[in-house]
């Protein structure tokens, strides 16, 4: 079983930078960032990377987000730059790892205004 514990997240100014980590007790291949707004609505797709490196990224964060690896760390990082207030949500980073898909327990970025 893969543990995996983001951190990075807390209040930030809008137009700051926050660099998130998601740090996995194993290995893992394909991990993803997920984010929920507050008010329960649903979790969306942020951005993906490969075991090989290959990255995809939600439209609404394309040139703001970069999604990164480190292999040896097992650790996977979404840098965020240029944030907003619509950004504020509760980050989870999920990964796959031998059949199974495993979730963190998320970290919450405020954007204030």
């Known amino acids: 079983q893969v543990q995996l514990v983001e951190s990075g997240g807390g209040l930030v100014q809008a137009g700051g930078s926050l660099r998130l980590s998601c740090a996995a007790s194993g290995s893992i291949f394909s991990v993803g960032w997920y984010r929920q707004a507050p008010a329960g609505t649903q979790r969306e797709l942020v951005a993906?990377?490969?075991?090989?490196?290959?990255?995809k990224s939600a439209d609404f964060v394309k040139g703001q987000f970069t999604i990164s690896r480190d292999n040896a760390k097992n650790t996977v990082y979404l840098q965020m730059n240029s944030l907003k207030p619509e950004d504020t949500a509760v980050y989870y980073c999920t990964a796959s790892a031998s059949g199974m898909t495993y979730w963190g327990k998320g970290t919450l970025v405020t954007v204030s205004s």
């Open positions: 993906v990377i490969t075991s090989g490196g290959s990255t």
